[in-house]
């Protein structure tokens, strides 16, 4: 699998809840103050997700430069890593921007990488006092980054199958089926929207038909999203059809009530849905050789 990173930073999920979990223990592990993993941009390293026990020194999102990084240091030395005990007395980093604003002495990092050996960004820590980090405190940095290396490859495939999973089934000119199966979250439920509301304007289509029969609902809510897509479509001029509602759904449509407030066509199957529309499966009659 190729990775070149262009997911947004909030796609990582795997990778921000990981860290967030292990960042207690890398700070009481090593005694500091602040711990942060950053992600590799093409001119840019910026803070994905961050640590910071008292006063807040890397706030996530926080973007620098990649040439004015202490990770460009990381990444490029041959241990793949970087350690001082003063970052603004260390010749390497004293003359850095970033050092005069962050005020920081004590700093150990590591580089990140994925799977397959590829520098996905840096894996660090800081404190406003000096600090002299042994060998066996890099030692187990690195390995943190080894656990999160495989939570890169984890959000990686998640979002290349959430690319995937948005099926859309073109019938005819001017009519489309889009399939739901499982679970939706607020990642996919993005997905969702953007590529069909797309799609929609992209192949000119008149009516969508929409299919729940793989739908799992989750936690007894139907999901937002399909009531919003139905609206959109609406306003777009898009007709929509719902087929595949299943009993689980139409129980709880007693109570909720989101199927008729989208005042949407609904249909038992796919069969009806075309039918509806002015087609008519014919099956094939004529005899074998």
């Known amino acids: 699998m190729s990775h070149e990173y262009q997911l947004d930073t909030k796609d990582f999920h795997s990778l921000k809840t990981a860290s967030q979990k292990m ?169 969702i929207m953007k590529n069909v509301l797309e799609y929609g304007v992209e192949h000119d289509v008149d009516y969508f038909i929409i299919d729940l029969t793989g739908l799992v609902i989750l936690d007894k809510t139907f999901p937002k999203v399909i009531v919003n897509l139905v609206q959109a479509l609406e306003v777009m001029g898009i007709q929509t059809i719902m087929t595949g509602i299943t009993p689980e759904i139409a129980q709880r449509e007693m109570k909720d009530t989101n199927l008729i407030k989208m005042k949407t066509k609904t249909v038992c199957d796919l069969e009806s849905a075309l039918s509806y529309i002015g087609f008519t499966l014919i099956e094939n009659q004529s005899n074998p050789v």
Not at 76 to 85: M, P, V, Y
Not at 124 to 149: G, T
């Open 23 to 191: 960042f207690n223990v890398i700070s009481e592990r090593l005694n500091v103050q602040t711990a942060y993993v950053t992600k590799r941009g093409e001119t840019a390293m910026t803070v994905l997700s961050s640590f910071n026990r008292e006063e807040e020194i890397i706030p996530e999102g926080y973007s620098v430069e990649y040439g004015g990084t202490y990770c460009r240091y990381i990444i490029n030395n041959k241990e793949s890593s970087l350690t001082t005990d003063n970052l603004m007395m260390d010749e390497l980093t004293r003359d850095l921007e970033v050092s005069s604003q962050l005020q920081v002495k004590g700093f150990l990092g590591v580089t990140l990488v994925d799977t397959s050996g590829e520098v996905f960004g840096t894996l660090c820590v800081m404190d406003k006092e000096e600090k002299n980090f042994s060998d066996q405190d890099i030692k187990f940095l690195k390995s943190m980054a080894d656990v999160l290396s495989h939570l890169i490859e984890l959000d990686q495939t998640q979002y290349n199958m959430a690319l995937l999973n948005v099926p859309i089934i073109p019938i005819t000119k001017g009519v489309a089926i889009f399939t739901i199966q499982g679970i939706i979250d607020q990642h996919r439920a993005d997905k």
